[in-house]
């Protein structure tokens, strides 16, 4: 699975946009990006995917530069209650009956009142 | 309705005690996971069962002894416990065979080894 690099914390005001960055410069052409973020003492939670094209749910949107080497997680009005460890995990489309997820160390993002 | 539930929350035991770890899912999915968390903060990726099946074991040590009774239920099952153990065990879920992996995760056991 490609490798993702992320920055280790970010701040966000409550209200704004939180923008978190990855960088995925050798992902190849049959893998998806997805993002999950981990509140503190609880379980990974899914927030998004995407394979080249923007994608947006009800959480986030996902912006995938046209060269797929990096993504942009965007919380549109984040709150506290979106304080978190944020991971983007790059990962084939199909990788037989696995499924495993791999997780770096994500960004911490902490949103201040 | 909780998605995919662990029992017990915490655990507290001895070292080279015996213990399990249930994890349940109601999603309907084919494959579920058992996953690491290290006081670091990294997740690893311990086993996954697909259709009962193992098909990750990422060496782990024997001691480590999953068992899958029907595509509902996985459940941990650790031999001689070291203080080493100690870390949050989180079960998840997914639904391979759609190519989705989106994975559900429970809320984590937390097993601490005295």
């Known amino acids: 699975d490609a490798k993702t690099t992320q920055p280790t914390s970010m701040d966000c005001a409550e209200g704004r946009a939180a923008n978190l960055p990855c960088n995925h410069s050798?992902?190849?052409?049959?893998?998806?990006v997805y993002w999950y973020r981990q509140i503190h003492s609880q379980g990974p939670q899914y927030i998004i995917h995407?394979?080249?094209n923007n994608e947006t749910n009800e959480m986030a949107s996902l912006i995938i530069t046209e060269d797929r080497k990096s993504s942009t997680l965007i919380l549109p009005h984040a709150t506290l209650r979106d304080t978190a460890v944020y991971y983007c995990?790059?990962?084939?489309?199909?990788?037989?009956?696995?499924?495993?997820?791999?997780f770096g160390q994500g960004t911490t993002l902490q949103v201040k009142p | 309705d909780t998605a995919v539930s662990q029992t017990p929350k915490y655990l507290v035991t001895q070292m080279g005690n015996d213990k399990s770890i249930k994890c349940e899912q109601n999603?309907?999915?084919?494959?579920m996971y058992w996953y690491k968390q290290d006081s670091k903060k990294f997740l690893k990726i311990m086993f996954s069962?697909?259709?009962?099946?193992?098909?990750i074991n990422e060496t782990v040590p024997n001691r480590f002894s999953p068992k899958s009774p029907d595509k509902a239920h996985l459940n941990l099952h650790i031999n001689s416990l070291e203080l080493g153990d100690s870390a949050v065990y989180f079960c998840?879920?997914?639904?391979?065979?759609?190519?989705?992996?989106?994975?559900?995760f429970g809320p984590g056991t937390r097993l601490t080894v005295t």
């Open positions: 999603l309907g999915h084919d494959t």
């Open positions: 995407g394979l080249k």
């Open positions: 069962y697909n259709n009962k099946e193992l098909i």
């Open positions: 050798t992902i190849s052409g049959n893998e998806y």
């Open positions: 995990i790059v990962r084939p489309v199909y990788s037989g009956n696995t499924g495993k997820l791999i």
């Open positions: 998840a879920s997914s639904q391979v065979s759609g190519f989705s992996y989106e994975q559900y």
